[in-house]
């Protein structure tokens, strides 16, 4: 990795506290892949000599980048950017028969097209041009002859022209590292929003149960490091079939 020669772009602003406006190049960094998700960065006092900082000063840094979940701390190894697909699972929302079952559900392709997204896409992947094309997955998640969960998903087609071609050839379990090793798309941030609702023709019979039968919609929003929008998600289980748990210290 080349070591910038200014480390500090003009454009911060300089009246923020020093660690804010390192944490914020850090950022940036994270953000273009200098330091790619599950890489290490280089050390504190390597970071702090090349910003010409305190070492606690570079610390502060780190660790608002930590807080944040953009970088995590690996006692005795390091700090590594976060890969965000090993936290972000939808399946902690599931109850599974088998309450010891580790292994990931398969995943089934139902639909799959690339089209100028509807107003309520656009809007939710921050897309600027009604001309943007969105690409749009409907699949379920199952073990064995058992549903559970079905996923609508859409993405802004620009910064995933590669994933289309691959989904039509398989159906990888998990989306996330699709994400990064075809697309260069790290997701960073998810935001889920839990309601109440009923499932529509479609997703009950794909459960096996009646329409309208009542559901938990979990809708969410996945941003990139960067904080741009990078995928729209509702995912749908039967409220028998929900489990959600949460740790509160």
Same mark, same amino acid.
């Given at each position: 990795?080349?070591?910038?020669?200014?480390?500090? /772009?003009?454009?911060?602003? =300089?009246?923020? /506290?020093?660690?804010?406006?390192?944490?914020?190049?850090?950022? *940036?960094?994270?953000?273009?892949?200098?330091?790619? +998700?599950?890489?290490?960065? /280089?050390?504190?006092?390597?970071?702090? $000599?090349?910003?010409?900082?305190?070492?606690?000063?570079?610390?502060?840094?780190? =660790?608002?980048?930590?807080?944040? &979940?953009?970088?995590?701390?690996?006692?005795?190894? &390091? $700090?590594?950017?976060?890969?965000?697909?090993?936290?972000?699972?939808? %399946?902690?929302?599931? *109850?599974?028969?088998?309450?010891?079952? =580790?292994?990931?559900?398969?995943?089934?392709?139902?639909? %799959?097209?690339?089209? $100028?997204?509807?107003?309520?896409?656009?809007?939710? @992947? =921050? %897309? *600027?041009?009604?001309?943007?094309? $969105?690409?749009?997955?409907?699949?379920?998640?199952?073990?064995?002859?058992?549903?559970? %969960?079905?996923?609508?998903?859409?993405? !802004?087609?620009?910064?995933?022209?590669? @994933?289309?071609?691959? @989904?039509?050839?398989?159906? /990888?379990?998990?989306?996330?590292?699709?994400?990064?090793?075809?697309? &260069?798309?790290?997701?960073?941030?998810?935001?889920?929003?839990?309601?109440? &609702?009923?499932?529509?023709? #479609?997703? +009950?019979?794909?459960? #096996?149960?009646?329409?309208?039968?009542?559901?938990?919609?979990?809708?969410?929003?996945?941003?990139?490091?960067?904080?741009?929008?990078?995928?729209?998600?509702?995912?749908?289980? !039967?409220?028998?079939?929900?489990?959600?748990?949460?740790?509160?210290?």
């Amino acid at each position: 990795m080349n070591t910038p020669s200014n480390p500090l /772009p003009t454009a911060i602003d =300089q009246r923020l /506290p020093r660690h804010i406006q390192v944490r914020d190049e850090l950022m *940036r960094r994270v953000a273009e892949r200098v330091w790619k +998700a599950g890489e290490a960065l /280089p050390s504190e006092d390597k970071l702090a $000599t090349e910003f010409s900082i305190s070492v606690g000063t570079m610390r502060k840094a780190i =660790q608002a980048l930590t807080q944040e &979940g953009i970088l995590e701390r690996v006692h005795g190894k &390091g $700090t590594f950017v976060t890969r965000a697909h090993e936290r972000a699972s939808m %399946l902690r929302f599931v *109850r599974f028969r088998d309450a010891e079952r =580790q292994e990931v559900p398969i995943a089934k392709i139902l639909a %799959l097209q690339t089209a $100028t997204g509807d107003e309520t896409a656009r809007r939710k @992947l =921050q %897309l *600027r041009s009604a001309s943007e094309k $969105t690409l749009y997955i409907h699949r379920s998640r199952s073990y064995g002859d058992e549903v559970v %969960l079905v996923e609508h998903i859409w993405l !802004p087609s620009k910064r995933f022209g590669k @994933l289309e071609g691959h @989904l039509r050839r398989e159906s /990888p379990p998990l989306l996330y590292p699709v994400y990064d090793m075809l697309c &260069g798309v790290v997701v960073s941030k998810a935001v889920d929003e839990l309601s109440v &609702g009923s499932l529509s023709a #479609g997703d +009950a019979a794909i459960f #096996g149960v009646k329409p309208a039968t009542s559901s938990m919609r979990i809708e969410r929003t996945m941003r990139d490091h960067g904080g741009a929008v990078v995928e729209w998600r509702i995912s749908f289980v !039967p409220c028998d079939r929900f489990h959600y748990t949460v740790e509160i210290r």
